[in-house]
């Protein structure tokens, strides 16, 4: 007898528990019916693919995926000294001071090249201050502009890109102001030398 009472209790609690769930589904489901309703749904899911669409464009555009920092990372292929980095600072500054970043670039790199070519010093400042039968390679050792020149942000910049490699000089190891430059050391450069290119107010030799 307590079995059997006890069975239709357990039996009246699973029915009215059934019917709860379905009242509450037939609730939600006439609620998601309403027009408003789905408006309302339509909307808030296009927002969330939307904002998932522009993460991932974000994510991809980064490069995170699938680059790491540290490979991208330059090294600086010229350690120099304090002095032969002040003495490539000012040659660059004395000689391309009005060109562009480019043009001031590419005085550091005709530098650089004859410091690695066995036909000139091995040193910035020995290039620099070189001279051939008592003619200065570079006129403002001489004139004072080297001395007296103050480097711009902008030649701090360009010297920093020939440090670390970057060279767009095609390996000229001689450069020339035409329009200032005197008519014997035009002629020698025109003679003896390879033309390479022009660029800004100079034209570069090999």
Known sequence: MYRRCLTILILMNMTLLTSWICVKELKINRIAATQAFRMEFMSA??????????????????GQRVVDYEVLEKEMKYHL????????????????????????????????NRVNDDKFPDTVTEVVMQ???GVAQFSPTVDGRFQNITVSEETYAAVE?????????QGALYFCARSRADSGKLKW??????????YGNHEFFL
Not at 103 to 112: M, Q, S
Not at 161 to 169: K, T, W
């Open 81 to 112: 000294s304090a002095q032969d980095y002040d003495s490539l600072l000012r040659i660059v500054e004395a000689e391309a001071g009005g060109e562009d970043s480019d043009g001031k670039l590419l005085v550091a790199n005709v530098v650089l």
């Open 189 to 198: 450069f025109d003679q003896n030398l390879t033309r390479l290119f022009a």
């Open 161 to 169: 890109r020939a440090l670390y490699g970057e060279d767009i000089s």
């Open 45 to 62: 899911t296009m927002e969330e693919d939307k904002m998932s669409f522009l993460e991932v464009v974000a994510c991809v555009s980064s």
């Open 131 to 133: 001279k051939e039968q």
